[in-house]
């Protein structure tokens, strides 16, 4: 055998083992896109899932806060009832009616003072129902 024809075979032999080595080399590539996507898909479902958890935590932190003003509320309200140090029915019409007022008038603020911590959580937001996201 001459020396072109090794190096002919020694070139035909590497170019084969070249191919191989592309051939591995992209079911490699292949493998490692598979796991990349799937691991894409799997932090955004991660993400959805921490943003949902979230967005419910809000909302029954602000259910929570409604609850608790509007049960002080109905304890004040049953409570102006139960005044028995009056016995003028005139009088005692006027301070509850007085009293009825204050009681209002502190739902009132605390509502207003609940919608203004939303909003300034969530400056973007100026609805009650507004969720803040991460």
């Known amino acids: 055998m001459s020396i072109a024809e090794q190096s002919r075979a ?3 032999e590497l170019g084969e083992e070249l191919l191989t080595l592309t051939q591995t080399a992209r079911q490699h590539s292949d493998h490692i896109t ?12 991660g993400v959805m899932a921490m943003q949902f958890e979230d967005i ?3 909302m029954m932190g602000r259910i929570s806060q409604r609850t608790l003003n509007v049960g002080e509320y109905m304890h ?7 005044d ?9 019409f006027r301070q509850r009616s007085q009293r009825l007022i204050e009681l209002l008038v502190n739902s009132h603020v605390k509502a207003d ?6 909003i300034t ?3 973007a937001g100026n609805d009650d ?3 803040e996201l991460f």
Do not use: C, W, Y
């Open 76 to 82: 004040a309200f049953l409570n102006l009832h139960h």
């Open 10 to 12: 020694t070139l035909s």
């Open 84 to 92: 028995q140090g009056q016995t003028d029915g005139l009088q005692r």
């Open 129 to 131: 129902g507004d969720i």
């Open 113 to 118: 003072a609940l919608r203004a911590h939303s």
């Open 121 to 123: 959580k969530s400056p």
């Open 56 to 58: 419910v935590t809000q």
């Open 34 to 45: 598979e796991v990349t996507e799937k691991m894409h898909s799997l932090t955004q479902e």
